[in-house]
């Protein structure tokens, strides 16, 4: 069965700090990647998402993400967070032909301080 | 505006008293999905449907129906709620041609006592 591993339970940086999520995900076929973030209230956003191509995608308000295959990895980056980016991000797999069932990690919990 | 739409918002209800939380979305969207949201359990699938009269178990499909008889709503169904269906749910939809891709409404925070 598919399952996604979000390594960090709840991250506190300060801002400008450079932020590093990680993502790993079991699946051994192809596999479409997401990165969904909840802002405090709210529902969830898409950031970004992979399917094909260049392993690293670029989603909105400057996150990215790469894509390792080898690694079975997806994680998420933004060179400097703003106390805006306060919210929880979550990691999301689906596997490739499947019934479009997304697989989400538990979320981390990111709060920057201004 | 395109969205998905779910009410109430907010319910408390006590255990036993059947509910419906109704979703609802304006893309002409295939597919639909239910989640539930709990505490250092991220998100986890209840039910989807591919399509008008088609739906099938997600993860954490006890003690909820689902139902598809138009193609823009999705409602879902506690039966018999208990305490331990307490939590955040969601509805997300997509198109089937953009079937990993899923929009989210902005949910409904269900309290069971």
């Known amino acids: 069965a598919q399952s996604v591993s979000q390594h960090n339970h709840h991250v506190i940086l300060s801002e400008a700090a450079s932020l590093e999520l990680g993502c790993n995900y079991s699946y051994g076929g192809t596999v479409n990647l997401f990165w969904y973030v909840q802002y405090p209230g709210q529902h969830l956003q898409l950031l970004l998402k992979?399917?094909?191509?260049?392993?690293l995608v670029k989603g909105i308000k400057g996150f990215e993400a790469e894509f390792i295959k080898s690694k079975f990895s997806f994680n998420l980056r933004k060179p400097s967070v703003q106390w805006s980016d306060t919210a929880e991000y979550f990691c999301a797999v689906t596997a490739r032909g499947s019934q479009g069932n997304l697989i989400f990690g538990k979320g981390t919990k990111l709060s920057v301080k201004p | 505006e395109a969205q998905v739409t779910q009410n109430p918002r907010y319910l408390i209800t006590v255990t036993g008293k059947k509910l419906t939380v109704t979703c609802s979305q304006n893309?002409?969207?295939?597919?639909m999905s239910w989640y539930r949201q709990d505490p250092g359990l991220g998100l986890r699938q209840i039910y989807y449907s591919m399509n008008v009269e088609v739906t099938d178990k997600g993860d954490v499909p006890e003690g909820y129906k689902v139902s598809r008889k138009e193609k823009r709503n999705f409602p879902l169904i506690l039966e018999s709620p208990s305490p331990n269906q307490t939590s955040l749910y969601f509805c997300?939809?997509?198109?089937?041609?953009?079937?990993?891709?899923?929009?989210f409404g902005p949910g409904t925070r269900l309290t069971v006592t």
């Open positions: 992979y399917f094909s191509g260049d392993p």
């Open positions: 893309m002409n969207h295939e597919y």
């Open positions: 997300a939809s997509s198109s089937r041609q953009g079937i990993y891709e899923q929009y």
